[in-house]
Nanobody
Framework: QVQLVESGGGLVQPGGSLRLSCVAS????????IGWFRQAPGKEHEGVSC????????DYLDSVKGRFTISRDDAKNTVYLQMNSLKPEDTGNYFC?????????????????WGKGTMVIVSS
């Protein structure tokens, strides 16, 4: 069975850092593009970042460019999201998801399997 499990969320002060992990199983991970999405309370999902199966292509939401870095370690079946210089507006439930195609998508319709999410709260 396809499974995606996020971890690494928590409470952090503005300006701080967190590294989220998404551990995958049940499919050919190295061929799959994986994206991170987030949902703030009362808000729609937004695509935060995505990395292609090869790792060659990465995409970022404009508001996180220069602060977040997505990476993957195929030997560990894991995608990471390093988040630096965190802001209160980064608060939300962060989900990783597998792309339907072998290239990145920032649309929820482009993803077929989702993790349960990990909560990130940025507050002083």
């Amino acid at each position: 069975q396809v499974q995606l499990v996020e971890s690494g969320g928590g409470l952090v002060q503005p300006g701080g850092s967190l590294r989220l992990s998404c551990v995958a199983s049940g499919f050919a991970f190295s061929y799959s593009s994986i994206g991170w999405f987030r949902q703030a309370p009362g808000k729609e999902h937004e695509g935060v970042s995505c990395i292609s199966g090869s790792g060659r292509t990465t995409d970022y939401l404009d508001s996180v460019k220069g602060r977040f870095t997505i990476s993957r370690d195929d030997a560990k079946n894991t995608v990471y999201l390093q988040m630096n210089s965190l802001k209160p507006e980064d608060t939300g439930n962060y989900f990783c998801a597998r792309a339907r195609r072998n290239y990145c998508s920032n649309s929820i319709g482009g993803m077929d399997y989702w993790g349960k999410g990990t909560m990130v709260i940025v507050s002083s």
